[in-house]
């Protein structure tokens, strides 16, 4: 490369020597210029693919057999120490559970949707009828719904921002749809709390419970139990039961209402 360029530059050099000495009414010193020019044009892409291509070397069978040997050792490997009395059978079956039991796509979209907010599509939304008619009211379209047995012992005000349910002595606090557990932990007023994010931007906030049956950063299904309420005169448990809306504390009997 850098021969051809000094030989370019004998040329240019000589070129001009002559275009000092040759007369005015000869032909044009330029006219060599159109055969032989002076500027050699880059490559595009400053490397050539043929010498690209030359320095790859295509893998051997060597390298190929040992991929081949390492995958079989494993899988031997792997035999052995399910077939083994070494390794507890509690770690095995654990194993056997995590390698063949299907993954929760509907949890991901859920816990993705109550951390993060509604999931990008790539595709148009195609218009249609939507899935709750125009009439219905939001309690018609409520997914989750209290059970009828719980009563009312103190209403929502704004100020206090919850609501104090009697769920009984026997029952226990479930989710009514899916969610995602964002908090576990004491809050003023509220005492043991577990705070459930929903789609849409809901959050619920379950407090004054005695005990709690799930862990932060945990999916919910529909119908899984949150803990117990504490109890209360012996006779009922008080549940702390408040609700968010956009960031926004709202009447929670209106966002889930009775059965």
Known sequence: MFGGTNRVKERRRERLERIR???RDSFSPYVDDWKDPIE???EPFGFSLKENNEGMQPPSHEKWGLQVFASVLLLGVAYLL???SLIPASWKDSAREVMTRDFNFAGVAVWYEARFGPIPTLLPQVPGPSAVPATSTA???AVWRLPANWKVVKAYEASDTKVVLDTGVGEQVKIGEMG???YVGEQPGFGTTVIVRLTKGREVWLGNLDSVGVAKD???SPGQVIGTARV???TER???FAAKTDDQFVDPLEVIPFE
């Open 238 to 240: 008080h549940l702390y």
């Open 139 to 141: 309690k018609d379209a």
């Open 180 to 182: 995602w557990v964002s």
């Open 232 to 234: 209360v005169n012996g």
């Open 82 to 84: 399910f077939q083994t």
């Open 40 to 42: 050699v044009e880059p």
């Open 21 to 23: 000495t040759q007369s």
């Open 218 to 220: 945990e999916v919910l």
